[in-house]
């Protein structure tokens, strides 16, 4: 049976969950190691777990401004099930209060749009100096 939980740290660390943020994040092996021992401690990290296997999940943080999606990646063979809507739902329940923010690329900008995110043109990522950036925002679900 699916279901979403926070991840632990052991869940970071395998192959399934590394091979989700390397496509999440579209950087080296070193790089992905350092985002897991050094950025990812610092947000709340939500998965889709099913048999111990991490079939999707989210990477965010959130302040007094609202909550910022930072990695969302779904398993290739899960596509099209509604898993990665699942996250999303489940981030803006977890802060009904607060605009959800996420930044992205050509390959999931109609994602959010589809999901109500309001799309609108946003600065050139170093990270990713070739492609094209979106800043796509979600208004709170209700009033603070």
Request: glycine share 6%; proline share 6%; net charge negative.
């Amino acid at each position: 049976m699916q279901r979403i939980r926070p991840l632990t740290a052991t869940d970071l660390e395998t192959p399934t969950f590394l091979a989700l943020l390397r496509e999440a994040a579209g950087q080296s092996d070193a790089e992905l190691k350092r985002l897991i021992a050094e950025a990812l401690p610092r947000l709340e990290n939500t998965g889709i777990v099913q048999d111990g296997e991490v079939l999707a999940f989210v990477s965010f943080s959130s302040d007094a401004a609202g909550t910022t999606i930072e990695y969302l990646a779904v398993d290739e063979s899960q596509r099209g099930r509604n898993l990665g809507t699942a996250l999303i739902r489940h981030v803006c329940e977890r802060y009904p209060s607060l605009p959800v923010v996420a930044e992205t690329d050509d390959d999931a900008v109609g994602f959010y749009r589809r999901l109500g995110f309001d799309v609108s043109p946003a600065p050139t990522d170093a990270r990713w100096p070739d492609r094209r950036r979106y800043r796509c925002v979600l208004p709170a679900l209700s009033e603070g």
